[in-house]
């Protein structure tokens, strides 16, 4: 069983930064592709991004590409989530998701959920 624990969220003004980050317990992190997908009110959760198991490939959703970046430290269990020029369409609860094997865009092919973290970008 993995625990996941997503920090670092919080109220930036457009244009600003943020950086998650998602700490990970109870199982072999280095064997787990790590998601980050995010919720706005009244949307569905949605995928942004992707990191597979040794860090090395990355994937990411159209709109944060170029302003969105993850990595990971496998010697740390923590997977992060760098987000520049935040716009307010950003606003959503931040998820960091675990799924053994290849990283995925799907929610339902992940195992393991964190609680979220609230972000919130003003105009």
């Known amino acids: 069983q993995v625990q996941l624990v997503e920090s670092g969220g919080g109220l930036v003004q457009a244009g600003g930064s943020l950086r998650l980050s998602c700490a990970a317990s109870?199982?072999?992190?280095?064997?787990?592709?790590m998601g980050w997908f995010r919720q706005a009110p009244g949307k569905e959760r949605e995928f942004v991004a992707a990191?597979?198991?040794?860090?090395?490939?990355?994937s990411y959703t159209g709109s944060v590409k170029g302003r969105f970046t993850t990595s990971r430290d496998n010697t740390k269990n923590t997977v992060y989530l760098q987000m520049n020029s935040l716009r307010p369409e950003d606003t959503a609860v931040y998820y960091c998701?675990?799924?053994?094997?290849?990283?995925?865009?799907?929610?339902?092919?992940?195992?393991?959920w964190g609680q979220g973290t609230q972000v919130t970008v003003s105009s």
């Open positions: 109870g199982g072999t992190f280095s064997s787990y592709a």
């Open positions: 990191v597979s198991p040794s860090g090395g490939m990355t």
């Open positions: 998701a675990a799924r053994q094997g290849i990283r995925s865009t799907t929610t339902t092919s992940y195992n393991y």
